[in-house]
Every structure is written in C-alpha cells, then in structure tokens.
C-alpha cells in the first residue's frame, strides 16, 4: 500500500513520495496503526461507527503526529490544499487494498460497508489534525509577528536602543531599515481615524501609545508617499510627523505628541496636520504660559480698553501686520471703510507710539498676534 501511495505522489508531490521514503519507519507505524483500528471498526456494527453514533469519539494518538505535520506544512511555506490533496489520494489506495483483501477473505457486506466508511472517516479525520495544526500554527506565527513587530516600534521610539539592536529587530520580522521615518498619530477614540490608520500598508509598524494610537511610516518622502498618506488618512484627524532618521524618531514623536494637543484645541485644523507645515505654530505654543505671558507684556498698551474696543483694535494691528501697513489691503480684510482703518491706526499709534516703527517691536507683535487672538478677547 505504502509503495503503491509513494509511486502515485512522486508524480505531483514529490517532496511528499520522498517523506514516505526517508521516514518510513515512521510512516509504517502509522500505517500499521491505521490498519489495526480499521480491523477494530469492522467488528462494529455500522451504527456505532465513530461519526454515526451520537457519541463522541476518543481522539486518534494519530491526530497529534498529523497536527505536527499540519504545523509543519505552515513552517515551510507550503500550501494546506496540496496537503489534503495528497491524503485524498492516500485515501483512494488505502481503500483499494483494503477492498481487495476484505473481497478475498468474503467480509460480509455490512462489514464492508463499514470497512469503507471507516477508511474515509479515519482519512478525514487526519485531514481535520493536519488543518487544526496548519490554521493553529499560522495563528501562533502570526500572534509572534506582531509581538515581534510591536517590540520593534517600542524600541524605535523609545530612546534607549542603538543600531545594533534596532537591525538585528528588524530582521526578525523581515522589516527593511529606512533612511528615514515617520511618526502618524491618531485619537484611540476617534473609530474613523482608528479603521483609517489600519489601513496604512504593511510596511507600518503600529504602536500603542499611553494617549494616542501610532504608526511609524518608513521613508515618508519617497516618490508620492505623502500624497498617498494625505489621501489615505484624510477624514482621520492624524498627525504626521516631520521625517528624520530612525535615531532622532523619539524626538519627532514628541514634537507629533505637541501638534495633536495644539489639533485638540483647534489651533491646528488642517486634516491630516503635517507637522513639518506647522513647526512655528508648534515653537510658539509649546509653552502656552510662556506664550500668554509674551502676550501680556507685548500688547500692554491695549491694557485699559474696553473688551470690545480692545479686540477691534487687535483686529486691525494684526491685518496691517499682515500687509505691511497696506490700509486698502487692511479695509478689504476686515470688510470695513478706508477711512475707519486710518481711525483705528491713529488710536493704535497714539497707543503703542514709535515703537509701532520698530522692526524688533513690530516683530514681537506679529508673534503674539499671528495665531488668534490673546484669550479673553
């Protein structure tokens, strides 16, 4: 039988014919337990046959060897399907010989009936082993990965690994090293930017973080990447952090942990926020006390106004800021009269004084006016 199997599998599944030759000692254990429970089952009666009876039968010893064979199928990167093709064929022979000596020896027929179907339930059953160890060690393979795959992003924001460690991680899990990554973040509970950032390709490592989900992008400035990260991520709410090298990772992911906090609070709106278009935005309010106490002590000459009077005129400094004292650039802004815009520069000059001439003062004063108002304006 053996022979018989081994011939028709050198045709299709050589690899497998040539198993059954250098393991054949232990094939034939398998074989000869196979045949000895076939002789069992056909003392039987046919209804008590192991998938006709109510009860559940007693696991096979066999199954454990088939379930090894299984995981071994995954491990070699070979295809289940081939696998269970191959105990098919075995199947059909095993009957064959079967068939014909039960003929020779004149089996009654219902113990045929039950020979027959207990070849083909015994097969089946080590088809399902070989599955169950296949489907479990792809799980098992998979689970390691993405242990794998978070330790590594761990690793690459957490400044304590050199690029020994770094490499020798990434090799575990077959990720190339870039020149250069990317940090993107997302709120954990925003569940759009959640399914959009799982979308990112494979070569993403996604990372865990105390507030906010992360992925590190590898080499972000290739050929039309960033087109691709806006398209993709648009809708998420993301922050995308400025490239750097792997090594200077943790601090680009500090300065992407800022720009989220200024997207929380509506200073940055666009979406997704590339940290590189906004690093002013991201200096200035590092320190909002800082930036509150730079206020205070830059536009102290509007101190004694009135809310109103004090917000109208921060209006208009700002705007002409902005224009380089163009008043009719300044009128068009603020929708309002040419002539209301030199009142308000007259107040604001009677104010301020010379220093509104000063480039260092003028200089101070378009930082504190640049991204909004001061609050309690």
């Given at each position: 039988m053996?022979?018989d199997?081994t011939?028709?599998?050198?045709?299709?599944?050589?690899?497998?014919a040539e198993?059954?030759?250098?393991?054949?000692?232990?094939?034939?254990v398998s074989?000869?337990m196979?045949?000895?429970?076939?002789?069992?089952?056909?003392?039987?009666?046919?209804?008590?046959?192991?998938?006709?009876?109510?009860?559940?039968?007693?696991?096979l010893g066999e199954q454990?060897?088939?379930e090894e064979i299984?995981r071994?199928?995954?491990?070699q990167?070979?295809?289940?399907t081939s696998l269970?093709?191959?105990?098919?064929?075995?199947?059909?022979?095993?009957w064959?010989h079967?068939?014909?000596?039960?003929?020779?020896?004149g089996?009654?027929?219902d113990?045929?009936?039950?020979?027959?179907?207990?070849?083909?339930?015994?097969?089946?059953?080590?088809?399902?082993?070989?599955?169950?160890?296949?489907?479990?060690?792809?799980?098992?393979?998979?689970?390691?990965?993405e242990?794998?795959?978070?330790?590594?992003g761990?690793?690459?924001?957490?400044?304590r690994?050199d690029?020994?460690?770094?490499?020798?991680?990434?090799?575990r899990?077959?990720?190339?090293?870039?020149?250069e990554?990317?940090v993107?973040?997302?709120?954990?509970d925003?569940?759009?930017?959640?399914a959009?950032?799982?979308r990112l390709?494979?070569?993403?490592?996604?990372?865990?973080r105390?507030r906010?989900?992360?992925?590190?992008v590898p080499?972000?400035g290739g050929?039309?990447r960033?087109?691709?990260?806006?398209t993709t991520?648009?809708?998420?709410?993301a922050?995308i952090g400025h490239?750097v090298p792997?090594?200077?990772?943790?601090?680009?992911?500090?300065v992407a942990e800022?720009a989220?906090?200024l997207r929380?609070?509506?200073?940055?709106?666009?979406?997704?926020?590339?940290v590189?278009?906004?690093?002013?935005?991201?200096?200035?309010?590092?320190?909002?006390?800082?930036?509150?106490?730079?206020?205070a002590?830059?536009l102290?000459?509007?101190?004694?106004?009135?809310?109103?009077?004090?917000?109208r005129?921060?209006e208009?400094?700002a705007?002409?800021?902005?224009?380089?004292?163009?008043?009719?650039?300044?009128a068009?802004?603020?929708?309002?009269h040419?002539?209301?815009?030199?009142?308000?520069l007259?107040q604001?000059?009677e104010?301020?004084?010379d220093?509104?001439?000063d480039?260092?003062?003028?200089?101070?004063?378009?930082l504190a006016?640049?991204w909004?108002?001061?609050?309690?304006?």
């Amino acid at each position: 039988m053996l022979d018989d199997v081994t011939r028709l599998l050198s045709r299709d599944w050589p690899d497998y014919a040539e198993f059954i030759v250098t393991e054949r000692e232990e094939v034939l254990v398998s074989a000869s337990m196979f045949l000895h429970r076939l002789i069992t089952m056909a003392q039987w009666d046919i209804t008590e046959l192991p998938g006709v009876s109510d009860e559940q039968p007693e696991p096979l010893g066999e199954q454990l060897l088939f379930e090894e064979i299984g995981r071994a199928q995954w491990q070699q990167g070979r295809d289940l399907t081939s696998l269970l093709s191959a105990y098919q064929l075995g199947a059909r022979v095993a009957w064959h010989h079967v068939a014909e000596a039960a003929l020779q020896v004149g089996v009654p027929s219902d113990v045929f009936a039950s020979l027959a179907e207990g070849v083909f339930i015994f097969i089946d059953r080590l088809s399902s082993a070989s599955a169950r160890g296949y489907v479990l060690e792809q799980s098992e393979a998979a689970a390691a990965r993405e242990r794998l795959r978070d330790e590594l992003g761990n690793m690459l924001l957490s400044d304590r690994s050199d690029t020994g460690a770094i490499r020798a991680a990434a090799a575990r899990i077959d990720w190339p090293v870039p020149r250069e990554a990317s940090v993107v973040l997302v709120e954990p509970d925003n569940p759009v930017g959640v399914a959009l950032l799982s979308r990112l390709d494979q070569s993403c490592l996604h990372v865990r973080r105390q507030r906010m989900l992360c992925a590190i992008v590898p080499d972000p400035g290739g050929p039309g990447r960033r087109d691709r990260l806006a398209t993709t991520l648009a809708g998420a709410g993301a922050v995308i952090g400025h490239a750097v090298p792997l090594e200077n990772l943790p601090a680009s992911m500090r300065v992407a942990e800022a720009a989220a906090q200024l997207r929380r609070t509506q200073v940055l709106v666009d979406d997704p926020v590339f940290v590189d278009e906004h690093l002013d935005s991201i200096i200035v309010h590092r320190d909002p006390r800082l930036l509150d106490a730079f206020r205070a002590k830059a536009l102290a000459p509007l101190d004694e106004l009135g809310p109103v009077t004090r917000q109208r005129l921060c209006e208009t400094l700002a705007s002409w800021l902005r224009h380089l004292g163009d008043r009719r650039a300044v009128a068009e802004e603020l929708h309002i009269h040419p002539q209301t815009v030199r009142y308000r520069l007259t107040q604001l000059r009677e104010l301020f004084g010379d220093s509104l001439d000063d480039p260092d003062n003028r200089r101070r004063l378009t930082l504190a006016l640049a991204w909004g108002l001061p609050e309690g304006n």
